[in-house]
Protein backbone atom coordinates (compact mmCIF):
# COMPACT_ATOMS: atom_id res chain seq x y z
CA UNK A 1 0.00 0.00 0.00
CA UNK A 2 3.27 2.71 1.05
CA UNK A 3 4.52 1.44 -2.45
CA UNK A 4 1.52 2.46 -4.29
CA UNK A 5 0.62 5.93 -2.17
CA UNK A 6 4.68 6.95 -3.39
CA UNK A 7 4.43 6.07 -6.82
CA UNK A 8 1.14 8.27 -6.60
CA UNK A 9 2.77 11.14 -5.00
CA UNK A 10 5.40 10.71 -7.76
CA UNK A 11 3.37 11.43 -10.07
CA UNK A 12 1.47 14.11 -8.93
CA UNK A 13 5.25 15.84 -8.53
CA UNK A 14 5.83 15.41 -11.98
CA UNK A 15 2.53 17.19 -13.04
CA UNK A 16 3.24 19.98 -10.43
CA UNK A 17 6.64 20.56 -11.97
CA UNK A 18 5.28 20.16 -15.70
CA UNK A 19 2.76 22.75 -14.95
CA UNK A 20 5.42 24.60 -12.97
CA UNK A 21 7.59 24.74 -16.12
CA UNK A 22 4.47 25.40 -18.69
CA UNK A 23 3.28 28.68 -16.63
CA UNK A 24 7.03 29.78 -16.21
CA UNK A 25 6.84 29.48 -20.64
CA UNK A 26 3.36 31.63 -20.68
CA UNK A 27 5.23 34.06 -18.52
CA UNK A 28 8.10 33.97 -20.70
CA UNK A 29 6.77 34.53 -23.77
CA UNK A 30 3.87 36.88 -22.46
CA UNK A 31 5.87 39.23 -21.09
CA UNK A 32 9.45 39.11 -21.80
CA UNK A 33 8.91 37.67 -25.75
CA UNK A 34 5.80 39.36 -25.60
CA UNK A 35 7.00 42.70 -28.21
CA UNK A 36 8.96 39.84 -31.09
CA UNK A 37 5.56 37.77 -30.78
CA UNK A 38 3.20 40.32 -31.70
CA UNK A 39 5.71 42.23 -34.36
CA UNK A 40 6.04 39.10 -35.89
CA UNK A 41 2.55 38.20 -35.98
CA UNK A 42 1.61 41.61 -37.84
CA UNK A 43 4.10 40.75 -40.03
CA UNK A 44 2.29 37.81 -41.26
CA UNK A 45 -1.69 37.53 -42.42
CA UNK A 46 -3.87 34.75 -43.46
CA UNK A 47 -6.14 35.87 -46.87
CA UNK A 48 -8.52 33.37 -48.24
CA UNK A 49 -7.88 34.23 -52.11
CA UNK A 50 -10.69 33.60 -54.85
CA UNK A 51 -8.83 31.66 -57.88
CA UNK A 52 -11.14 32.67 -61.15
CA UNK A 53 -12.28 29.43 -62.76
CA UNK A 54 -10.74 29.76 -66.58
CA UNK A 55 -13.99 30.78 -68.61
CA UNK A 56 -14.79 28.70 -70.99
CA UNK A 57 -13.96 29.60 -74.87
CA UNK A 58 -16.80 30.19 -77.53
CA UNK A 59 -15.96 28.72 -81.11
CA UNK A 60 -17.93 28.46 -84.19
CA UNK A 61 -18.81 25.14 -85.80
CA UNK A 62 -15.79 24.54 -87.05
CA UNK A 63 -13.71 24.68 -83.72
CA UNK A 64 -12.52 28.86 -84.62
CA UNK A 65 -11.90 30.74 -81.20
CA UNK A 66 -14.44 33.99 -81.29
CA UNK A 67 -13.71 34.14 -77.55
CA UNK A 68 -11.04 32.90 -75.00
CA UNK A 69 -9.79 34.12 -71.34
CA UNK A 70 -6.90 34.39 -70.67
CA UNK A 71 -4.56 34.45 -67.35
CA UNK A 72 -4.32 37.84 -65.79
CA UNK A 73 -3.89 39.72 -62.06
CA UNK A 74 -5.40 41.86 -60.39
CA UNK A 75 -2.22 43.72 -57.94
CA UNK A 76 -3.12 45.50 -54.68
CA UNK A 77 -0.77 47.44 -52.14
CA UNK A 78 -1.35 47.46 -48.27
CA UNK A 79 0.34 51.42 -47.99
CA UNK A 80 1.27 50.72 -44.06
CA UNK A 81 4.04 48.68 -45.62
CA UNK A 82 5.16 51.04 -48.38
CA UNK A 83 8.01 53.26 -46.87
CA UNK A 84 9.23 55.17 -49.90
CA UNK A 85 5.86 55.57 -52.08
CA UNK A 86 7.63 58.16 -54.62
CA UNK A 87 9.96 55.52 -55.63
CA UNK A 88 7.13 52.65 -56.07
CA UNK A 89 5.45 54.76 -58.30
CA UNK A 90 8.32 55.98 -60.21
CA UNK A 91 9.50 52.49 -60.58
CA UNK A 92 6.19 50.61 -61.80
CA UNK A 93 4.15 53.04 -62.89
CA UNK A 94 5.51 52.18 -66.96
CA UNK A 95 5.34 48.58 -66.25
CA UNK A 96 1.36 49.43 -65.01
CA UNK A 97 0.75 51.64 -68.04
CA UNK A 98 0.22 54.51 -65.39
CA UNK A 99 1.65 57.80 -64.87
CA UNK A 100 3.65 58.24 -61.86
CA UNK A 101 1.48 60.66 -60.37
CA UNK A 102 -1.47 58.77 -60.68
CA UNK A 103 0.15 55.62 -59.14
CA UNK A 104 1.70 57.64 -56.37
CA UNK A 105 -2.05 58.87 -55.30
CA UNK A 106 -3.07 55.26 -54.96
CA UNK A 107 0.38 54.75 -52.82
CA UNK A 108 -0.16 57.04 -50.48
CA UNK A 109 -3.72 56.56 -49.31
CA UNK A 110 -4.12 56.26 -45.58
CA UNK A 111 -5.44 52.70 -45.92
CA UNK A 112 -4.37 49.04 -47.06
CA UNK A 113 -5.64 47.03 -49.20
CA UNK A 114 -5.39 48.99 -52.09
CA UNK A 115 -6.34 48.69 -56.03
CA UNK A 116 -3.19 49.85 -58.15
CA UNK A 117 -4.66 47.84 -61.03
CA UNK A 118 -6.87 44.69 -62.42
CA UNK A 119 -6.79 42.58 -64.86
CA UNK A 120 -2.64 42.76 -65.93
CA UNK A 121 -1.75 40.33 -68.51
CA UNK A 122 0.48 37.92 -67.05
CA UNK A 123 3.72 38.84 -69.01
CA UNK A 124 3.00 42.55 -67.65
CA UNK A 125 3.06 40.76 -64.22
CA UNK A 126 5.78 39.16 -64.89
CA UNK A 127 8.03 42.21 -64.89
CA UNK A 128 6.15 43.78 -62.39
CA UNK A 129 7.18 40.83 -59.83
CA UNK A 130 10.92 40.81 -60.84
CA UNK A 131 10.63 44.68 -60.56
CA UNK A 132 9.42 43.91 -56.98
CA UNK A 133 11.82 41.38 -55.97
CA UNK A 134 14.92 43.35 -56.61
CA UNK A 135 13.96 46.62 -55.49
CA UNK A 136 12.76 44.81 -51.88
CA UNK A 137 9.17 46.35 -52.45
CA UNK A 138 6.84 45.13 -49.60
CA UNK A 139 3.30 45.14 -49.61
CA UNK A 140 1.82 44.51 -52.70
CA UNK A 141 -0.14 41.03 -53.76
CA UNK A 142 -1.26 39.91 -56.88
CA UNK A 143 -4.49 37.94 -57.03
CA UNK A 144 -4.96 35.53 -60.06
CA UNK A 145 -7.60 36.62 -62.11
CA UNK A 146 -8.84 36.34 -65.86
CA UNK A 147 -9.09 38.72 -69.32
CA UNK A 148 -11.30 38.22 -71.89
CA UNK A 149 -10.43 38.07 -75.84
CA UNK A 150 -12.03 38.23 -78.68
CA UNK A 151 -9.51 36.84 -81.41
CA UNK A 152 -11.51 38.28 -84.34
CA UNK A 153 -12.54 41.34 -82.63
CA UNK A 154 -15.46 42.10 -84.92
CA UNK A 155 -16.67 38.93 -85.98
CA UNK A 156 -20.53 37.94 -84.40
CA UNK A 157 -19.64 40.78 -81.72
CA UNK A 158 -23.08 41.40 -80.68
CA UNK A 159 -23.99 38.11 -81.15
CA UNK A 160 -21.44 36.74 -78.39
CA UNK A 161 -21.63 39.73 -76.05
CA UNK A 162 -19.39 40.82 -73.08
CA UNK A 163 -18.58 39.85 -69.75
CA UNK A 164 -18.36 42.62 -66.76
CA UNK A 165 -14.74 43.73 -65.18
CA UNK A 166 -15.87 41.17 -62.53
CA UNK A 167 -15.34 38.18 -65.47
CA UNK A 168 -19.47 37.21 -65.42
CA UNK A 169 -21.89 37.70 -68.74
CA UNK A 170 -22.54 40.94 -69.45
CA UNK A 171 -24.69 40.70 -72.71
CA UNK A 172 -25.35 38.33 -75.59
CA UNK A 173 -24.13 34.69 -74.92
CA UNK A 174 -21.50 35.16 -72.63
CA UNK A 175 -24.36 36.57 -70.46
CA UNK A 176 -27.28 33.65 -71.90
CA UNK A 177 -24.43 31.24 -71.20
CA UNK A 178 -22.70 32.64 -68.17
CA UNK A 179 -23.07 29.82 -65.46
CA UNK A 180 -22.21 26.93 -68.45
CA UNK A 181 -19.04 29.62 -69.30
CA UNK A 182 -17.94 30.51 -65.85
CA UNK A 183 -16.90 27.45 -64.60
CA UNK A 184 -16.30 27.19 -60.68
CA UNK A 185 -13.92 29.75 -58.96
CA UNK A 186 -11.37 27.75 -56.57
CA UNK A 187 -10.33 28.62 -53.06
CA UNK A 188 -6.96 29.85 -52.12
CA UNK A 189 -4.98 30.65 -48.69
CA UNK A 190 -2.25 32.51 -48.62
CA UNK A 191 0.00 33.27 -45.45
CA UNK A 192 1.91 36.52 -46.41
CA UNK A 193 5.52 37.72 -44.18
CA UNK A 194 5.83 41.19 -43.37
CA UNK A 195 7.50 41.97 -46.97
CA UNK A 196 3.96 40.77 -48.34
CA UNK A 197 5.31 37.66 -50.02
CA UNK A 198 3.45 34.84 -49.87
CA UNK A 199 5.30 32.02 -47.44
CA UNK A 200 2.43 29.24 -47.10
CA UNK A 201 -0.14 28.80 -50.00
CA UNK A 202 -2.91 26.11 -49.58
CA UNK A 203 -5.69 25.49 -52.08
CA UNK A 204 -9.03 24.83 -50.24
CA UNK A 205 -11.42 24.29 -53.11
CA UNK A 206 -9.80 23.58 -56.83
CA UNK A 207 -11.38 25.53 -59.51
CA UNK A 208 -13.29 23.65 -62.01
CA UNK A 209 -12.78 25.26 -65.67
CA UNK A 210 -16.03 26.27 -67.20
CA UNK A 211 -17.21 24.70 -70.58
CA UNK A 212 -16.60 25.51 -74.54
CA UNK A 213 -19.35 26.40 -76.57
CA UNK A 214 -19.40 25.44 -79.86
CA UNK A 215 -21.66 27.94 -82.03
CA UNK A 216 -23.70 26.77 -85.12
CA UNK A 217 -22.13 30.00 -87.29
CA UNK A 218 -19.78 29.71 -89.32
CA UNK A 219 -17.35 31.91 -89.26
CA UNK A 220 -16.61 32.31 -93.09
CA UNK A 221 -19.93 33.02 -93.90
CA UNK A 222 -20.20 35.18 -90.63
CA UNK A 223 -17.95 37.67 -91.84
CA UNK A 224 -18.71 37.84 -95.62
CA UNK A 225 -22.43 38.66 -94.56
CA UNK A 226 -21.32 41.26 -92.29
CA UNK A 227 -18.60 42.56 -95.47
CA UNK A 228 -22.25 42.80 -97.07
CA UNK A 229 -24.14 44.91 -94.81
CA UNK A 230 -21.16 47.41 -94.62
CA UNK A 231 -22.36 47.40 -97.89
CA UNK A 232 -25.30 48.21 -97.63
CA UNK A 233 -24.77 50.62 -94.94
CA UNK A 234 -22.30 52.45 -97.15
CA UNK A 235 -24.84 52.36 -100.33
CA UNK A 236 -27.74 53.47 -98.37
CA UNK A 237 -26.58 54.99 -95.37
CA UNK A 238 -29.44 53.19 -93.31
CA UNK A 239 -30.20 53.63 -89.25
CA UNK A 240 -29.46 49.73 -89.07
CA UNK A 241 -29.14 46.54 -90.90
CA UNK A 242 -29.41 43.12 -90.02
CA UNK A 243 -29.29 39.60 -91.53
CA UNK A 244 -29.28 35.81 -91.01
CA UNK A 245 -28.69 32.52 -92.58
CA UNK A 246 -30.24 29.30 -91.64
CA UNK A 247 -30.37 26.13 -92.19
CA UNK A 248 -34.09 25.49 -92.71
CA UNK A 249 -34.30 21.53 -92.14
CA UNK A 250 -32.82 21.97 -88.72
CA UNK A 251 -32.92 25.63 -87.40
CA UNK A 252 -29.41 25.89 -87.20
CA UNK A 253 -27.98 29.79 -87.46
CA UNK A 254 -25.28 29.47 -89.44
CA UNK A 255 -24.93 33.54 -89.67
CA UNK A 256 -26.29 36.42 -88.06
CA UNK A 257 -24.85 39.57 -88.48
CA UNK A 258 -25.47 43.44 -87.02
CA UNK A 259 -24.92 46.70 -88.83
CA UNK A 260 -23.21 48.81 -87.64
CA UNK A 261 -20.36 46.64 -86.55
CA UNK A 262 -18.63 46.53 -82.79
CA UNK A 263 -15.48 45.79 -82.27
CA UNK A 264 -15.77 43.18 -79.00
CA UNK A 265 -12.59 44.36 -77.82
CA UNK A 266 -13.59 48.04 -77.93
CA UNK A 267 -17.56 48.38 -77.69
CA UNK A 268 -16.69 51.49 -76.03
CA UNK A 269 -15.93 52.61 -79.17
CA UNK A 270 -19.62 52.33 -80.98
CA UNK A 271 -22.93 53.75 -80.11
CA UNK A 272 -24.66 51.73 -77.60
CA UNK A 273 -27.45 51.09 -80.03
CA UNK A 274 -24.90 49.06 -82.09
CA UNK A 275 -24.51 46.65 -79.44
CA UNK A 276 -28.18 45.17 -79.79
CA UNK A 277 -28.55 41.75 -81.90
CA UNK A 278 -31.22 43.28 -84.16
CA UNK A 279 -33.09 39.65 -85.14
CA UNK A 280 -34.36 38.74 -81.62
CA UNK A 281 -34.53 42.49 -79.85
CA UNK A 282 -35.98 44.94 -83.24
CA UNK A 283 -40.12 44.81 -83.67
CA UNK A 284 -40.94 45.72 -86.77
CA UNK A 285 -43.90 45.39 -89.40
CA UNK A 286 -43.06 42.75 -91.70
CA UNK A 287 -44.88 43.89 -94.94
CA UNK A 288 -45.37 42.26 -97.99
CA UNK A 289 -43.36 39.36 -96.60
CA UNK A 290 -46.30 38.65 -94.44
CA UNK A 291 -48.59 38.08 -97.60
CA UNK A 292 -47.01 34.25 -97.56
CA UNK A 293 -48.36 33.44 -94.34
CA UNK A 294 -52.33 34.78 -95.68
CA UNK A 295 -51.45 32.31 -98.32
CA UNK A 296 -50.49 29.67 -96.74
CA UNK A 297 -53.61 29.58 -93.98
CA UNK A 298 -55.89 29.88 -96.95
CA UNK A 299 -54.17 27.31 -99.10
CA UNK A 300 -54.08 24.70 -95.94
CA UNK A 301 -57.68 25.17 -95.40
CA UNK A 302 -58.43 24.78 -98.65
CA UNK A 303 -60.22 28.28 -99.97
CA UNK A 304 -57.97 28.81 -102.37
CA UNK A 305 -55.21 27.29 -104.77
CA UNK A 306 -52.18 28.80 -106.80
CA UNK A 307 -54.40 29.11 -110.11
CA UNK A 308 -57.86 30.53 -108.08
CA UNK A 309 -57.98 33.99 -109.88
CA UNK A 310 -58.94 37.22 -108.16
CA UNK A 311 -60.57 40.07 -109.06
CA UNK A 312 -58.18 43.15 -108.32
CA UNK A 313 -59.50 46.07 -108.93
CA UNK A 314 -57.34 49.53 -108.50
CA UNK A 315 -58.56 50.61 -105.28
CA UNK A 316 -60.03 48.08 -102.36
CA UNK A 317 -62.55 50.12 -99.79
CA UNK A 318 -62.31 48.07 -96.60
CA UNK A 319 -64.11 50.14 -93.46
CA UNK A 320 -62.60 53.31 -93.50
CA UNK A 321 -59.36 52.54 -95.34
CA UNK A 322 -58.44 52.88 -99.17
CA UNK A 323 -56.23 50.04 -100.21
CA UNK A 324 -53.61 50.77 -103.03
CA UNK A 325 -51.04 48.70 -104.86
CA UNK A 326 -47.68 49.49 -105.08
CA UNK A 327 -48.15 50.60 -108.36
CA UNK A 328 -51.16 51.74 -110.14
CA UNK A 329 -53.62 49.43 -112.06
CA UNK A 330 -56.84 49.36 -113.95
CA UNK A 331 -59.10 46.84 -112.91
CA UNK A 332 -57.36 43.41 -113.71
CA UNK A 333 -57.28 39.66 -112.47
CA UNK A 334 -55.10 37.87 -110.99
CA UNK A 335 -54.31 34.55 -109.78
CA UNK A 336 -52.78 33.50 -106.30
CA UNK A 337 -49.70 32.92 -108.01
CA UNK A 338 -49.43 36.31 -109.50
CA UNK A 339 -50.96 37.66 -106.47
CA UNK A 340 -47.26 36.69 -104.51
CA UNK A 341 -45.80 37.87 -107.66
CA UNK A 342 -46.27 40.97 -108.20
CA UNK A 343 -46.79 41.41 -104.74
CA UNK A 344 -50.74 43.12 -104.79
CA UNK A 345 -51.87 44.80 -101.86
CA UNK A 346 -55.33 44.37 -103.12
CA UNK A 347 -55.12 40.63 -103.75
CA UNK A 348 -53.47 39.75 -100.66
CA UNK A 349 -56.34 41.83 -98.82
CA UNK A 350 -58.85 39.43 -100.89
CA UNK A 351 -57.23 35.93 -100.00
CA UNK A 352 -57.15 37.30 -95.95
CA UNK A 353 -61.10 37.66 -96.13
CA UNK A 354 -61.83 34.37 -97.43
CA UNK A 355 -59.70 33.47 -94.08
CA UNK A 356 -62.38 36.03 -92.37
CA UNK A 357 -60.65 37.12 -88.74
CA UNK A 358 -60.53 33.87 -86.66
CA UNK A 359 -59.01 32.13 -89.15
CA UNK A 360 -56.40 34.31 -90.06
CA UNK A 361 -55.76 34.98 -86.36
CA UNK A 362 -55.47 31.27 -85.92
CA UNK A 363 -52.79 30.63 -88.81
CA UNK A 364 -50.82 34.37 -87.85
CA UNK A 365 -50.66 32.43 -84.52
CA UNK A 366 -49.99 28.89 -85.80
CA UNK A 367 -47.00 30.39 -87.47
CA UNK A 368 -45.28 31.13 -83.78
CA UNK A 369 -45.95 35.29 -84.49
CA UNK A 370 -46.90 36.64 -81.15
CA UNK A 371 -44.82 34.36 -79.56
CA UNK A 372 -41.05 33.87 -78.79
CA UNK A 373 -39.24 31.46 -80.82
CA UNK A 374 -37.42 30.47 -78.11
CA UNK A 375 -33.91 30.57 -79.67
CA UNK A 376 -30.97 30.28 -77.56
CA UNK A 377 -29.85 34.17 -77.31
CA UNK A 378 -31.22 36.44 -74.46
CA UNK A 379 -33.83 39.03 -74.92
CA UNK A 380 -36.07 37.56 -77.11
CA UNK A 381 -39.07 40.16 -78.42
CA UNK A 382 -42.36 37.92 -79.04
CA UNK A 383 -43.81 41.31 -81.17
CA UNK A 384 -46.75 42.72 -81.03
CA UNK A 385 -49.64 40.60 -82.89
CA UNK A 386 -53.57 40.73 -81.58
CA UNK A 387 -56.25 38.17 -81.36
CA UNK A 388 -59.22 38.78 -83.89
CA UNK A 389 -61.81 39.56 -80.85
CA UNK A 390 -59.49 43.08 -81.15
CA UNK A 391 -59.94 43.45 -84.57
CA UNK A 392 -60.96 47.05 -86.11
CA UNK A 393 -63.13 47.51 -89.18
CA UNK A 394 -59.99 47.79 -91.39
CA UNK A 395 -57.60 45.40 -89.97
CA UNK A 396 -58.66 42.70 -92.66
CA UNK A 397 -57.50 45.44 -94.97
CA UNK A 398 -54.31 45.93 -93.42
CA UNK A 399 -53.09 43.00 -91.41
CA UNK A 400 -52.79 40.44 -94.56
CA UNK A 401 -50.34 42.80 -95.98
CA UNK A 402 -48.26 42.99 -93.21
CA UNK A 403 -49.27 46.16 -91.21
CA UNK A 404 -50.50 46.76 -88.22
CA UNK A 405 -48.67 43.72 -86.11
CA UNK A 406 -45.23 43.92 -85.51
CA UNK A 407 -42.41 40.91 -85.45
CA UNK A 408 -38.39 40.09 -85.47
CA UNK A 409 -36.42 39.10 -88.13
CA UNK A 410 -35.97 35.61 -86.16
CA UNK A 411 -40.19 35.34 -86.14
CA UNK A 412 -39.99 35.67 -90.06
CA UNK A 413 -37.31 33.17 -90.48
CA UNK A 414 -38.79 30.42 -88.20
CA UNK A 415 -42.10 31.04 -89.81
CA UNK A 416 -39.96 30.76 -93.90
CA UNK A 417 -38.15 28.16 -92.67
CA UNK A 418 -41.38 26.03 -91.88
CA UNK A 419 -42.22 26.65 -95.71
CA UNK A 420 -38.71 26.01 -96.77
CA UNK A 421 -38.49 22.16 -95.05
CA UNK A 422 -42.11 21.52 -95.78
CA UNK A 423 -44.16 22.63 -92.76
CA UNK A 424 -42.14 21.62 -89.51
CA UNK A 425 -42.19 25.19 -87.73
CA UNK A 426 -39.17 24.65 -84.93
CA UNK A 427 -36.97 26.88 -82.70
CA UNK A 428 -34.00 28.63 -84.42
CA UNK A 429 -30.60 27.40 -82.38
CA UNK A 430 -27.13 28.97 -82.46
CA UNK A 431 -25.50 26.28 -80.05
CA UNK A 432 -24.57 23.66 -81.28
CA UNK A 433 -22.77 21.30 -78.45
CA UNK A 434 -21.58 22.37 -74.93
CA UNK A 435 -19.18 21.00 -73.31
CA UNK A 436 -18.47 18.92 -76.73
CA UNK A 437 -21.72 17.38 -76.11
CA UNK A 438 -24.02 18.13 -79.30
CA UNK A 439 -27.15 19.94 -78.42
CA UNK A 440 -30.53 17.99 -79.76
CA UNK A 441 -32.26 19.49 -82.88
CA UNK A 442 -36.02 20.82 -81.57
CA UNK A 443 -38.36 18.68 -82.52
CA UNK A 444 -40.62 21.17 -83.68
CA UNK A 445 -44.09 20.70 -84.60
CA UNK A 446 -46.45 20.54 -88.32
CA UNK A 447 -47.91 24.08 -89.14
CA UNK A 448 -48.77 23.48 -92.88
CA UNK A 449 -48.68 19.95 -95.34
CA UNK A 450 -45.59 18.86 -97.02
CA UNK A 451 -47.95 19.54 -100.32
CA UNK A 452 -49.02 23.17 -99.25
CA UNK A 453 -45.29 24.38 -98.29
CA UNK A 454 -44.10 23.37 -101.58
CA UNK A 455 -47.06 25.08 -103.51
CA UNK A 456 -46.00 28.18 -101.61
CA UNK A 457 -42.22 27.39 -102.55
CA UNK A 458 -43.09 26.97 -106.17
CA UNK A 459 -45.37 30.42 -106.11
CA UNK A 460 -42.47 32.05 -103.94
CA UNK A 461 -40.12 31.05 -106.79
CA UNK A 462 -42.07 33.54 -109.50
CA UNK A 463 -40.41 36.84 -106.95
CA UNK A 464 -37.71 35.86 -109.19
CA UNK A 465 -38.59 35.87 -112.43
CA UNK A 466 -39.68 38.79 -114.95
CA UNK A 467 -42.51 40.83 -113.43
CA UNK A 468 -41.59 39.80 -109.88
CA UNK A 469 -40.57 42.03 -107.08
CA UNK A 470 -36.89 40.68 -106.92
CA UNK A 471 -35.98 39.64 -111.06
CA UNK A 472 -32.33 41.35 -110.26
CA UNK A 473 -31.69 39.11 -107.52
CA UNK A 474 -31.64 35.87 -109.45
CA UNK A 475 -28.57 33.80 -109.21
CA UNK A 476 -27.77 32.39 -112.44
CA UNK A 477 -28.21 28.85 -112.30
CA UNK A 478 -30.29 28.06 -108.94
CA UNK A 479 -34.12 27.79 -108.25
CA UNK A 480 -34.64 30.36 -105.48
CA UNK A 481 -37.89 31.24 -103.83
CA UNK A 482 -38.28 34.40 -101.75
CA UNK A 483 -40.30 37.62 -100.82
CA UNK A 484 -40.03 41.26 -100.63
CA UNK A 485 -41.46 43.62 -98.12
CA UNK A 486 -41.16 47.25 -97.84
CA UNK A 487 -43.27 48.40 -95.01
CA UNK A 488 -43.88 52.23 -93.87
CA UNK A 489 -42.29 53.19 -89.86
CA UNK A 490 -44.78 54.87 -87.97
CA UNK A 491 -44.24 57.68 -86.72
CA UNK A 492 -46.07 59.41 -83.77
CA UNK A 493 -48.91 56.77 -84.16
CA UNK A 494 -49.16 57.52 -88.25
CA UNK A 495 -47.51 55.85 -91.09
CA UNK A 496 -44.66 58.20 -92.22
CA UNK A 497 -44.63 59.11 -96.18
CA UNK A 498 -40.38 59.07 -96.29
CA UNK A 499 -39.26 56.48 -93.80
CA UNK A 500 -39.68 52.65 -94.86
CA UNK A 501 -38.18 49.35 -93.55
CA UNK A 502 -36.95 47.11 -96.99
CA UNK A 503 -36.22 43.34 -96.20
CA UNK A 504 -36.26 40.05 -98.32
CA UNK A 505 -36.43 36.62 -97.06
CA UNK A 506 -35.62 33.72 -99.42
CA UNK A 507 -34.29 30.32 -99.81
CA UNK A 508 -32.52 27.65 -102.36
CA UNK A 509 -32.89 25.75 -103.63
CA UNK A 510 -36.62 25.71 -104.25
CA UNK A 511 -37.53 21.94 -104.61
CA UNK A 512 -35.44 20.98 -101.03
CA UNK A 513 -33.97 24.14 -99.78
CA UNK A 514 -30.85 23.81 -98.12
CA UNK A 515 -29.88 27.88 -97.30
CA UNK A 516 -32.58 30.25 -96.25
CA UNK A 517 -31.33 33.98 -95.72
CA UNK A 518 -33.17 37.24 -94.31
CA UNK A 519 -32.24 40.51 -94.52
CA UNK A 520 -33.70 44.08 -92.87
CA UNK A 521 -32.82 47.39 -93.56
CA UNK A 522 -33.94 50.08 -91.26
CA UNK A 523 -34.65 53.05 -92.78
CA UNK A 524 -32.78 53.19 -96.09
CA UNK A 525 -31.67 56.81 -97.63
CA UNK A 526 -32.53 57.00 -101.43
CA UNK A 527 -33.98 53.72 -102.62
CA UNK A 528 -36.41 52.19 -100.18
CA UNK A 529 -38.05 49.22 -101.87
CA UNK A 530 -37.64 45.59 -100.41
CA UNK A 531 -36.48 44.70 -103.95
CA UNK A 532 -33.97 46.94 -104.22
CA UNK A 533 -32.22 47.40 -101.07
CA UNK A 534 -32.77 44.39 -99.29
CA UNK A 535 -32.70 41.92 -102.46
CA UNK A 536 -29.44 42.54 -103.71
CA UNK A 537 -27.83 42.03 -100.52
CA UNK A 538 -29.47 38.20 -100.41
CA UNK A 539 -28.15 37.75 -103.84
CA UNK A 540 -24.33 38.41 -102.66
CA UNK A 541 -24.61 36.73 -99.20
CA UNK A 542 -25.95 33.45 -101.33
CA UNK A 543 -23.67 33.68 -104.54
CA UNK A 544 -21.22 33.72 -101.91
CA UNK A 545 -22.68 30.76 -99.84
CA UNK A 546 -23.54 28.25 -102.32
CA UNK A 547 -20.31 27.41 -103.56
CA UNK A 548 -18.99 26.87 -100.22
CA UNK A 549 -21.87 24.49 -98.97
CA UNK A 550 -20.88 22.53 -101.76
CA UNK A 551 -24.34 23.22 -103.58
CA UNK A 552 -24.31 22.45 -106.82
CA UNK A 553 -26.54 24.62 -109.93
CA UNK A 554 -29.46 22.92 -111.27
Avoid: C
Avoid at 195 to 218: E, H, M, W, Y
Avoid at 358 to 387: C, K, M, N
Amino acid sequence: MARIDRRIGILFAAFIVLLAIAMARATYLGTVQAASLQQQAAAQHVVDQPVPALRGAITDRNGVDLAISATAYDIQSDNYQITDPQTVARELAPLLGQSTGSLLVKLTKHNGGVSLATHVPAAQVAAVKAAVKNLGIPGLSFAPNTVRIYPRSWTASQVIGSVHSDGHGASGLEYFYDQVLGGLDGIRRVVYDEKGQAISVDDRRQTQPGKTVRLTIDAALQEEVEQVLAGVGAQFSPKAATALVMDPNTGQILALANWPRVNANDPSGAPSSATQNLPVLFNYEPGSTFKAITIAGALQDGLVTPNTVFYVPWELHVADRKIHDAEAHGNEYLSVASILKVSSNIGADEIGMKLHDARFDYWVHRFGFGSPTGVDLPGEQQGIVLHSWRYSGSSMGTLPIGQGESVTLMQMAAAYSAIANGGILRSPRIVEAIGGRPVATPPGHRVISAAVALELRKMLQGVFADGGTASGAQIPGYDMAGKTGTANVVVGNQYSKTKFIASFIGMVPTNHPRLLAAVMVDEPQGLIYGGQVAAPAFAKIMGWAVPYFGISPR
